[in-house]
């Protein structure tokens, strides 16, 4: 039988991979300029008149089969330094554009924008995406994975270019310098892969050339189409960037009533372009503190809970490094790295990273590779070591948009530190993996296998994990089928691992109905299954979910579920999650529940000054219930900023002697941009679980390209309804004051 599965594997490659062979892109020529090109919005420089002209743009929403209602015309050119794009966006329908903020990195789908995405290595893989919108408001972020999902653009990378708009009677025209030293390409390639894409809020259209089904993303890469330089552009002969800082703060610890600490530091990164397409980053004393604060959640599992990276350091070929695996099981993640736990209090503090370095990018346009040090300080007081950690990885292309790729990841106590502790039971604690990533059919098939092992001083069982997946995705139809098996012994220092020893099988699918109407894009049925067993206690979990979703012209949609779970508890555990005074009466080990809830979502349009989102959940909850509403209300005060609350309330109740809880948390945030270049943004959580309010206050005065000067505030109060004397009683307090700025070499 695998005999059969293997050849047929080998005949579906085939045909897939001539067919794909096959296909031909849209092009079009771009011709050098000697004229200077002013950004100030006005095509009026003589370049624009020569370039050629891109205005046979199709729609992607609200639908994919006609040229678009709106006229956009793009014309591209460039000189030694820069890649040059120009629009002029014209308008059918009077009225105002949908502007959220004046801030960079602007995102949402009913937004007025426009877009140029490259893929340099034409490796249907990796891109960078540059935006405006009509205020002239920056966004730039990069593309991996194809941009199969809308978590695979990462808007957290910053850059240096340039762009500038300017709103005119019944159009808006944008003028952008994108630096060739900004881009990672090899020298002397005669074609790229580009798209370019406009939103149009007032017509409620999404255009974009060359078309794309509306089943994929808009920027998916798969879809692009193909550059072609009169004069192969050369790289630029010295590219190298460096970002130093200046930081000091105050912290107050209220709780250890410790004297109020001051510190004062100096450090930095550095760009340095190895080739035109291999970066070498590297960072000295990095420091933090301006990133925003995590955006906390109500945490009901028995788990722990995904945060994304946020540190630019971490961020450009991120996808390198960090998508191996499975969401649920990754062998690198880098959110450990400056991260220790304290054993006594079971909480994670930060430990600082002295120095760190990464060598990555493309050798050509089949294979890339990424190389990864670091080390952090030894934290004493709570018998953490000096550590280091190192990570290779290559990738090597396989047909159009396939790949295999392999990582190697080690955690390790710094050799000359003579302390005898033992992290986690090891010296050491080392990964490798390979991954198959497989795409056909211009994306309508993709999937994954993967197998990673860990290798300890002491010898352990099952310290493993595989997994495999396949997906179908059609206009009509997707299905997905993921499997997976996460050995006992298997506990990646450097991973994301939730749970370990176990095996997890997920399908799931989505039928869509496109009606004639006009009021409804589509809809249709949708399922979701899990089923988690292990060798010691078989069946632990399962989860039937079955539900119908409706689409809606204006971009707003409605879902309601149903699901069916079955839990098996292999420790104690408390389903309030109360905090440990409580003194809450956990479900006992070794006993199971099966429960059903029901649950309703709706998205309104967010094109609207006024929007909100609304989640409610209802029924039964292991040997009780819960009731829950989630909810975020936005009010934009276009184009200056957005207020906006999240508000999530679960009411669980469970029989004596169990712990019954009103569960909140609360989030309201003042998001302000009183320029292009001046932020203001305070963020407020108050989270019962934690018997917590943190207010995170940031101004952000970029007074240069990627400088900046920040303010960041911090504070942490206790509160908890059941104890209203010590309310509002400090636990830490925290202010920051930290200066950039990045010099071009």
Do not use: C
Request: glycine content about 6%; hydrophobic content about 35%.
């Amino acid at each position: 039988m695998s005999r059969f599965y293997f050849l047929l594997f080998l005949l579906v490659y085939s045909v897939v991979s001539f067919a794909q062979k096959t296909n031909t892109r849209p092009s079009f020529v771009i011709y050098k300029t000697s004229d200077k090109i002013v950004l100030d919005g006005v095509l009026d420089e003589g370049a624009w008149g020569e370039a050629e002209l891109m205005d046979e743009l199709m729609q992607q929403f609200p639908y994919d089969t006609s040229a678009s209602r709106v006229r956009t015309e793009f014309r591209l050119t460039y000189d030694e330094h820069f890649l040059y794009v120009s629009a002029v966006a014209y308008d059918n329908t009077p009225g105002d554009y949908v502007i959220s903020s004046l801030r960079r990195d602007f995102r949402g789908p009913g937004l007025d924008g426009l877009a140029i995405i490259v893929d340099p290595f034409q490796d249907v893989t990796n891109g960078f995406f540059f935006g405006l919108s009509p205020a002239g408001v920056q966004r730039e972020g990069l593309i991996s994975n194809g941009y199969m999902r809308g978590d695979d653009l990462d808007l957290s990378w910053d850059n240096k270019w340039y762009g500038e708009a300017k709103i005119e009677d019944g159009k808006w025209t944008a003028e952008i310098a994108i630096p060739f030293k900004t881009l990672r390409f090899k020298s002397g390639s005669k074609t790229w892969n580009i798209k370019l894409y406009r939103q149009d809020s007032k017509e409620n259209e999404r255009s974009v050339w060359p078309w794309t089904p509306r089943q994929f993303e808009l920027g998916n890469l798969n879809y692009t189409g193909e550059l072609i330089w009169d004069e192969p552009p050369v790289t630029p002969k010295t590219n190298i960037s460096i970002i130093p800082y200046l930081a000091t703060k105050g912290s107050k610890d209220f709780i250890n009533e410790t004297p109020t600490k001051s510190d004062f530091q100096v450090g930095g990164d550095a760009k340095i372009a190895v080739t035109s397409s291999l970066n070498l980053d590297l960072t000295i004393n990095p420091d933090f503190s301006q990133v925003e604060v995590d955006q906390q959640v109500t945490n009901l599992d028995r788990f722990e809970i995904f945060f994304p990276e946020r540190r630019q350091f971490f961020l450009e070929n991120a996808d390198l490094f960090s998508s191996y695996g499975h969401p649920y099981g990754k062998p690198f993640f880098t959110r450990r790295i400056g991260v220790a736990r304290d054993e006594v209090t079971g909480t994670n503090v930060q430990n600082r990273i002295n120095f760190g370095a990464r060598l990555s990018g493309n050798l050509n346009k089949n294979y890339r590779i990424g190389l990864l040090h670091m080390q952090t300080e030894a934290i004493s007081e709570i018998n953490v070591p000096k550590l280091d950690y190192t990570v290779a990885t290559a990738q090597r292309r396989i047909g159009s948009n396939s790949n295999i790729r392999a990582i190697f990841v080690n955690r390790q106590r710094f050799s000359t530190d003579s302390s005898d502790f033992r992290l986690e039971g090891y010296d050491y604690n080392r990964v490798l993996g390979i991954d198959y990533n497989y795409s056909f059919l211009n994306n309508k098939i993709t999937g994954t296998h993967f197998y990673h092992r860990q290798f300890t001083p002491t010898k352990i069982d099952a310290p493993y994990s595989y997994g495999s997946s396949i997906a179908y995705n059609s206009k009509q139809l997707r299905l997905s089928w993921w499997q997976q098996i996460f050995g006992k012994g298997y506990a990646p220092a450097v991973g994301y691992l939730p749970r370990t020893g176990y095996k997890r099988v997920s399908p799931s699918g989505e039928l869509r109905f496109f009606p004639d109407s006009d009021k409804i894009i589509n809809h249709g049925p949708t399922f979701d299954m899990v089923f988690i067993w292990d060798d010691v206690f078989g069946y632990s979990d399962n989860e039937q979910t079955l539900g119908y979703s409706v689409y809606f012209q204006n971009n707003a949609n409605l879902s309601v579920t149903g699901k069916r779970t079955f839990t098996y508890l292999f420790e104690d555990f408390d389903p309030t999650r109360s905090p440990e005074e409580v003194m809450a009466v956990p479900l006992p080990d070794s006993t199971d529940y099966h429960y059903t809830n029901l649950e309703l979502s709706f998205n309104s349009d967010p094109r609207k000054l006024f929007n909100y989102e609304l989640k409610m959940v209802s029924g039964e909850y292991f040997n009780g219930t819960r009731n829950g509403v989630q909810a975020k209300v936005n009010y934009r005060i276009q184009p200056y900023g957005v207020l906006s609350l999240d508000m999530n309330y679960n009411k669980i109740e469970l029989p004596a002697p169990y712990q019954s809880a009103d569960i909140y948390l609360i989030s309201p945030r003042v998001d302000l941009t009183l320029s292009r270049t001046v932020f203001f943004t305070t963020f407020f959580q108050y989270n019962s679980q934690f018997s917590n309010i943190n207010i995170n206050s940031r101004f952000q005065w970029r007074f240069k390209p990627v400088s900046d000067l920040f303010i960041v505030y911090t504070d942490n109060y206790f509160y908890d309804f059941d104890m209203p004397q010590q309310n509002f009683n400090p636990k830490t307090r925290s202010i920051v004051l930290k200066l950039t700025y990045w010099f071009n070499m």
